[in-house]
């Protein structure tokens, strides 16, 4: 086999899995990325716990950053008034109204639905998007939970690049990104408000300057205030 041979078969390899393997692999790497996005969101361990560096504060929202290797992984955190868990994290997992809080996003379609918690999902980001972004492409799986407190949780990362492949093959035009162990938390307080942490850690693949990758918490403080727009605008009363 000759050396471009060799290098296109590597670059190129996938795995095919039964549904059922899917489902108990998923499953078991979600568990790992729920229990680190409920550290992420406890408040006794939040100001200087477990690395966390406040870059700002504002309109109510704290932006985050824990340097844990590379990439860095950011979190926002914030309050939101008169609106309940299930109403916030039903307008932030919708995936027909992405677009609208994340003006990157080119496309976003469920792939697979493993169970009724349990989903894979193809975030598509086109030219137009910022260099971050830019002709990425992400394979990740969405699990959602509700803990025994009435907390909800959203955990949200890329499948294992051979698992992507053999799932939905990569466009020719495209850079196949990595989400990391990302999502969100969304705790009920009094009078049917609650607290928010939404937590993002990205490897965007292919070469992009340091700088850019690091001012992803811009693109989170976008994220957060278009989410909080479309939350407190859309017409629900909280009770689901």
Same mark, same amino acid.
């Given at each position: ?52 560096? #406040? ?54 379609? @469920? ?11 193809? &975030? ?16 990740? @799986? ?10 909800? #949780? ?23 990104? &990595? &989400? &990391? ?16 942490? @939404? #937590? #993002? ?40």
């Amino acid at each position: 086999m000759s050396t471009s041979s060799a290098t296109t078969t590597a670059t190129s390899r996938s795995w095919s899995v039964s549904e059922d393997s899917l489902r108990r692999y998923v499953s078991y790497a979600s568990e790992s990325c729920i229990q680190e996005l409920l550290s992420a969101s406890d408040s006794s361990r939040a100001e200087g716990g477990d690395g966390w560096k #406040v870059l700002a504060f504002e309109n109510g929202v704290e932006i985050s950053k824990r340097c844990s290797g590379s990439p860095h992984v950011f979190r926002g955190r914030w309050l939101l008034r008169s609106v309940s868990p299930q109403q916030f994290i039903t307008v932030a997992t919708a995936i027909d109204a992405a677009k609208q809080w994340d003006p990157d996003l080119v496309e976003a379609k @469920y792939i697979k639905d493993l169970n009724d918690n349990l989903s894979i999902i193809r &975030l598509r980001f086109g030219d137009a998007s910022k260099p971050l972004f830019k002709n990425r492409e992400f394979i990740v @799986y969405e699990r959602r939970e509700t803990m025994d407190d009435g907390t909800l #949780v959203v955990a949200v990362a890329s499948l294992p690049k051979e698992l992507a492949a053999g799932l939905q093959p990569k466009k020719n035009n495209s850079i196949r990104g &990595l &989400l &990391l162990q990302s999502g969100w938390v969304v705790e009920k307080l009094e009078d049917d408000s609650c607290m928010v942490t @939404y #937590v #993002v850690q990205l490897d965007p693949a292919g070469w992009l300057p340091k700088c850019f990758v690091n001012r992803l918490n811009t693109k989170l403080v976008m994220i957060i205030e278009n989410l909080k727009k479309l939350v407190q605008t859309c017409p629900m009363n909280g009770a689901m």
